[in-house]
């Protein structure tokens, strides 16, 4: 259900946020079209570009997804970089289809909480708990790719992070993020990793 | 430099590969062309596809990376998939350009160890030791994306594993596989994560 943003929610400048995405954490897309808000989860997912106000990301999202049609109508989505007391809901996300949900509406049947992102004339969009940080882009229309690649790019155009494991656009020191917010990666079927020691070679 | 294949590294089938991608490691894209060989280090790269036959990924590379011109005229890369015992290598061959290198190798100058994939008349493409795995793609030529994202797709069309740390196609589960063969995920400036534990939701 929509609450209200979490104090521990704060303002990322968009040009540093493509950092969240470089470990390559399972991450929430999620969307939003006249009222109709959705999310899925989405293993493949990268940065693209850290050009000062033009950064990017890519991530792949299949034609079956619901969320798919609020991305082409509406040319916005968020990604929300999944931490492990999110992991239940990025299961629940990747597995269930508004397709086949009441309404269209699998947020509220699913129980997942989200705050709404910056207002916008098309919605907020609906950013949910249990990330280290969302970045909210807009689409790149790429109408080949899209379609041969499930392929979309967008431009990271507003970026939040969660204070307690973010600190100046940069992942804290990982001894110093509690495990239940450290990135989860997806091994597939249902099985993640998490991170357990940084280093430098 | 060229070394035999070692005996842990075996034949993974090429429709199941892609798994290797899924938790977002950073890997080493290699090509050859004209008897030039050539390394890099890239962090932004995914799984695009899984359809038998026709599994594919992406990779960013930059327009100055060296690499990028022997894809180019060869049509294929190899993307080797990181682990711990290989980040020292993976951070040699990420912070030099062979456009800097006599002869343009910096393999060898690097003292990088590789060994060769399956024979090609242009070249066998060089596989770095300290991979958990390597795909063998063909490169799908996309001139637009290529010129406007810096993004190369391939169709992995072989592949090869460390049987240390793979079997049947999927990672063993994590507390079997040693230290030294986990994947290293970059968080930026030469700093790593490594995978310290397995769980499901």
């Known amino acids: ?3 209200d943003r979490p104090d521990f929610v704060q303002a990322l400048d968009a040009n540093h946020a493509w950092r969240l995405m470089n470990t390559g954490a399972t991450v929430i897309v999620s969307a939003v079209h006249a009222g109709q808000r959705n999310a899925m989860a989405a293993a493949w997912n990268m940065a693209l570009d ?3 106000g033009a950064a990017k990301c890519a991530v792949v999202i299949d034609k079956q997804c619901f969320t798919r049609g609020l ?5 916005r989505f968020a990604i929300g970089v999944c931490v492990r007391e999110g992991a239940a809901a990025c299961m629940a996300l990747g597995s269930t289809s508004a397709n086949n949900s009441p309404g269209r509406d699998k947020l509220i049947p699913l129980g997942i909480d989200y705050f709404d992102g910056e207002p916008h004339a098309d919605g907020a969009l609906p950013l ?3 990330c280290a940080g969302w970045l909210e882009c807009e689409r790149y229309p790429e109408p080949h790719i899209e379609q041969t690649y499930d392929l979309f790019i967008g431009r990271i155009i507003r970026a939040w992070a969660d204070a307690r494991c973010v600190a100046n656009g940069k992942f804290l020191p990982l001894d110093q993020i509690p495990p239940e917010l450290r990135t989860i990666h997806h091994l597939g079927a249902g099985n993640f990793v998490v991170p357990g020691e940084q280093f430098s070679p």
Request: glycine residues 8%; hydrophobic residues 45%.
């Open 1 to 3: 259900m929509l609450i």
């Open 50 to 52: 850290y050009a000062p």
């Open 71 to 75: 991305i082409e109508k509406s040319n």
């Open 128 to 130: 949910t708990l249990g």
